[in-house]
């Protein structure tokens, strides 16, 4: 879109393709291949491309943000996995028992989730539970 812009004065309607120089890459020339079939004009295409970059910058944001949510639980997950794994070592649960740290486990994680902004959801049966996540907006 820059190199468009800075060189409009050289495009002329229908051109397929201009070469020119970048003067952010040392004068170096380069090949822009344009889509006059898609555009009416060279600015066109070029406001196309900004728009393009600026929802590429939006979803890049997002899916960053999604990252270090998963990152997050992931980690609370582990943890919790490794308590209950130490728990379990430690000596004989009846069901209740177990039961009673389950649910204390769900509690903390939907404690934890809520915190951050984001909808759980639990499906049964409870003791293959499978948890799927989505950000919310705060």
């Not at 344009?34 to 066109?44: F, G, I, Q, T, V």
């Not at 009846?94 to 509690?107: A, G, R």
């Not at 934890?112 to 919310?136: A, D, E, R, V």
Request: glycine share 4%.
């Amino acid at each position: 879109g820059n190199l468009i812009t800075s060189n409009l004065y050289r495009i002329t309607d229908g051109m397929s393709s201009v070469t020119v120089e970048d003067w952010d890459d040392d004068g170096k020339e380069v090949e822009l291949v344009l889509d006059s079939d898609k555009y009416a004009s060279a600015r066109e295409e070029a406001e196309a491309l900004f728009e393009r970059a600026k929802r590429m910058k939006r979803g890049s944001k997002a899916v960053a943000d999604l990252l270090a949510v998963n990152h997050n639980v992931r980690e609370f997950l582990e943890r919790e996995k490794d308590s209950l794994e130490l728990l379990l070592s430690e000596g004989q649960w009846d069901n209740d028992e177990m039961d009673e740290i389950l649910s204390s486990t769900k509690t903390r994680l939907e404690r934890q989730c809520q915190n951050k902004g984001i909808k759980i959801k639990f499906l049964s049966p409870p003791h293959t539970t499978t948890i799927h996540t989505t950000k919310t907006n705060p």
